[in-house]
């Protein structure tokens, strides 16, 4: 009996904790949105032990006689009925005027999260990945990513929301959402994360195959990280040192990766598919489907739909050692 | 019902089921295709008395195939080609859902044709897609006038449209090049 309830409570807690919780609070949305789930729960908690104690009460007392249509002594009870039903009434307003009042203030500072947001960045939803660009009034300092949003701590973000297909939703349980992505529409969202850590994002409206495979990495970091980053992903991409590397550049510069993926400093310049200038950096392959190595992107270019059945990238008959050749050549963008 | 009878019905089932296998068949990932493959010939004019080759051989493997029809409609989309030729309809490129080809509606002119371009605007993709791609590519265009048997196209296509599905296009006969009147 007690080893059950702390497994209970285990897997109860276990819900707590990692990179997608909705409970998480690290975000200032997040975290306006946990007190405001607190206050309710802790509101509705009181009215409903007290609507069920009064049902326990009035199932179980017995009843002091029996009913009588006009024994002409109702009066008796009635001075008692009265102000019980007045107290009632009140407890209701005040208990709904309450929560009416919380939400408001919730929502206006939400709405003031990002009121002078010092980055701003441009999500694109498509099937089934996420396009990220940094938009700077520079454009040489434009930052184009896939799949990964960087963020630094302490600091606002305004994020403007786009699709290019089917309706998707952009939700970091983490740090705020959610909030859909329309086709020809634009809709934006604010961030403003608390505390520094890896996070994970996920499509929150059913957008088709994939949808579970639509994943995005949230890396909240200092702000001297995130500028090393910056300026990291601002430099092209590098160059194959190895000759193996450069049998792959050969080969994704001179076949299909080049008519949809864009490497930067290089023919690749497609832009239907992710950006893979600094592809190696991140902490994922396909929106989050494989963790970043060796291993998993040689399994993803040999056979993308085996990995991400109905995924947009076509597999691509090519021997074993041109597969390695681009692992190898894939692996160095850093 | 005699066994002579079922017999047959059998052997028919399986005949009908293997004409489905061309529809269906995808490329062996096992078997590579040659970095280096024949480019396609541009003589795609043959005027006055002037005959057509015989059919590409590569063009039966993408011809009435789902899979590169499909893949044909991606690249359309992706590669900007509805910028033109809007999804069919023509615009500023000229019409592909209609029975005229100043070049040639045979697959492989039509290949020929994305492949090398054409006066008056269209881009040769030669170096920026790889001849399967444009073989693909080839394989959709051609459907969009009804050329393609309804078993192997899309039911539904990928962009919003106002056009009948392509299960319900009229087919477009497909005069020889130089007898287009354009």
Same mark, same amino acid.
């Given at each position: 009996m007690r080893r059950g309830a702390v497994l209970a409570c285990a897997l109860a807690l276990s819900g707590c904790e990692g990179v997608q919780n909705a409970l998480g609070g690290q975000g200032a949305e997040s975290a306006n949105f946990i007190w405001l789930f607190t206050l309710f729960m802790a509101v509705c908690t009181v009215m409903y032990v007290i609507i069920g104690t009064g049902l326990a009460v009035a199932v179980w007392r017995r009843r002091r006689q029996a009913l009588v249509v006009d024994d002409r002594r109702h009066h008796e009870t009635s001075g008692k009925v009265g102000p019980a039903l007045a107290l009632w009434t009140i407890l209701i307003v005040v208990g709904l005027t309450a929560l009416t009042i919380a939400s408001f203030f919730t929502d206006r500072s939400n709405a003031a999260v990002? *009121? @002078? #947001? *010092?980055i701003k960045l441009t999500v694109t939803a498509n099937q089934w990945w996420w396009d990220v660009k940094y938009t700077t009034a520079d454009a040489s300092k434009t930052v184009h990513t896939a799949n990964e949003i960087h963020l630094p701590v302490g600091e606002a973000a305004e994020v403007t929301l786009k699709s290019n297909d089917v309706i998707h939703s952009f939700w970091i349980p983490n740090l705020a959402g959610k909030q859909d992505l329309i086709p020809g529409r634009t809709t934006d969202a604010q961030l403003l994360p608390r505390k520094t850590g890896l996070y994970r994002g996920q499509c929150?409206?059913?957008?088709? $195959? @994939?949808h579970a495979l639509m994943a995005l990495d949230i890396t909240v970091e200092s702000k001297a990280d995130f500028q090393r980053w910056y300026a990291s992903q601002l430099q092209p991409a590098a160059a194959p040192a190895s000759p193996e590397q450069r049998t792959g550049f050969a080969y994704f510069t001179s076949r299909e990766c080049a008519g949809c993926h864009n490497i930067s /400093?290089? #023919?690749?310049? /497609?832009? $239907?598919? #992710? @950006?893979?200038?600094?592809?190696?950096?991140? *902490?994922?392959i396909a929106a989050g489907t494989l963790p970043m190595n060796d291993a998993n992107l040689h399994k993803w270019i040999g056979d993308p739909q085996g990995v991400? #059945? /109905?995924?947009?990238m076509p597999t691509i008959a090519m021997s074993d050692a041109d597969s390695r050749a681009l692992t190898a050549y894939l692996g160095s963008l850093r | 019902m005699s066994s002579h009878f079922q017999n047959s019905l059998i052997a028919l089932a399986m005949v009908a089921a293997l004409s489905g296998c061309e529809r269906e068949k995808r490329q062996d990932p096992h078997y590579p295709i040659p970095k280096t493959v024949p480019t396609i010939s541009p003589d795609t004019i043959f005027p006055g008395n002037g005959k057509l080759p015989p059919l590409d051989p590569r063009a039966a493997a993408f011809e009435r195939n789902a899979a590169a029809i499909a893949e044909g409609q991606r690249l359309y989309n992706w590669m900007n080609c509805a910028g033109c030729h809007f999804h069919g309809g023509g615009g500023m490129g000229v019409a592909l859902m209609d029975g005229k080809w100043r070049y040639g509606g045979r697959i492989d002119q039509i290949a020929a044709s994305i492949m090398e371009g054409r006066p008056? =605007?269209?881009? %040769?993709w030669k170096n920026k897609l790889t001849d399967k791609q444009v073989w693909q590519l080839a394989a959709y265009v051609r459907s969009l %006038? =009804?050329?393609?048997?309804k078993d192997a196209v899309g039911a539904r296509a990928d962009e919003l449209s106002n056009t009948p599905p392509q299960t319900q296009t009229k087919r477009e006969p497909t005069p020889s090049a130089d007898s287009a009147q354009q």
């Open positions: 990002a *009121r @002078d #947001p *010092r929150a409206e059913f957008c088709g $195959v @994939d /400093g290089t #023919p690749a310049s /497609g832009q $239907v598919a #992710p @950006d893979l200038s600094h592809f190696a950096s991140r *902490r994922s991400k #059945p /109905g995924s947009h | 008056n =605007g269209m881009p %040769s %006038s =009804g050329q393609v048997p």
